[in-house]
């Protein structure tokens, strides 16, 4: 069974700081993998999406690594500012085909603090 | 880009009612779909994938009788929790596939969610 862990649990860092989440997962037979972030009360809105043939996605400041081999994804934040301030969750996709394609495994979330 | 919206996105009951949350693609049609549940501070947990036109598949631990899954047509999935008791309370989240984007398997996309509080 997929099992997917996020450190830290929370984080909280002064404005402008470089900062980088991360994931690992159990099972490395997986599809893509993706990152959300998440506000209080809020569904989820897809940051990254990262193909398991690849290595990186980049969009604006942010920046997401996969090493598929060692079940590991970080998420890099550059020059955070306080809207960044939210939930940010990973999530796995099982292989392409057969019926497990989009049942998502979630990790439980890194909450960021960024403080003006 | 594609859209997916919940509704209501906040629902409060009295305890034994049965609330319904409605979940629909509104730019392409989407033979899977998937219900998500959200417990306070913690993560999502896959219920059941929305099959259209044909039963739900549920997760193990998820009572069938208890969260009853229709996708009558290729836009709408509903979430019915019957009976609803205070433990029921949560933040559910569909999610709905568009084989049509996205590459092989299709892509994903989410919808803003449901609070539902069970009084």
């Known amino acids: 069974k997929q099992e997917v862990t996020q450190i830290p649990a929370a984080l909280s860092v002064p404005e402008g700081e470089n900062l980088v989440l991360n994931c690992s997962f159990t099972?490395?037979?997986?599809?893509?993998l993706q990152w959300f972030r998440q506000d209080p009360g809020k569904g989820l809105t897809s940051l990254l999406l990262i193909q398991s043939s690849q290595r990186e996605q980049t969009s604006g400041r942010l920046n997401a690594s996969l090493d598929k081999s060692s079940g590991r994804s970080t998420l890099y934040i550059a020059a955070s500012q306080p809207g960044d301030s939210a939930t940010y969750l990973c999530?796995?996709?099982?292989?392409?085909?057969?019926?497990?394609?989009?049942?998502?495994?979630f990790g439980q979330g890194t909450i960021l603090t960024v403080h003006p | 880009g594609a859209v997916v919206s919940q509704h209501p996105s906040r629902v409060i009951c009295k305890s034994g009612t049965s609330v319904k949350i409605e979940c629909r693609s509104l730019?392409?049609?989407?033979?899977?779909m998937f219900w998500y549940r959200q417990f306070p501070k913690k993560s999502l947990m896959l219920m059941a994938t929305s099959n259209e036109g044909s039963k739900a598949t549920y997760e193990q631990g998820v009572e069938k009788d208890k969260f009853l899954i229709n996708h009558a047509s290729l836009t709408l999935s509903t979430l019915t929790v019957t009976s609803a008791h205070p433990e029921d309370s949560s933040f559910y989240i569909c999610?709905?596939?568009?084989?049509?984007?996205?590459?092989?398997?299709?892509?994903?996309?989410f919808g803003e969610g449901s609070r539902l509080t069970v009084l």
């Open positions: 730019d392409f049609q989407a033979t899977t």
């Open positions: 999610s709905a596939r568009d084989i049509l984007a996205g590459g092989q398997a299709g892509e994903l996309f």
């Open positions: 999530a796995v996709n099982p292989t392409a085909g057969g019926t497990s394609y989009g049942k998502l495994t």
């Open positions: 099972d490395s037979a997986i599809y893509n």
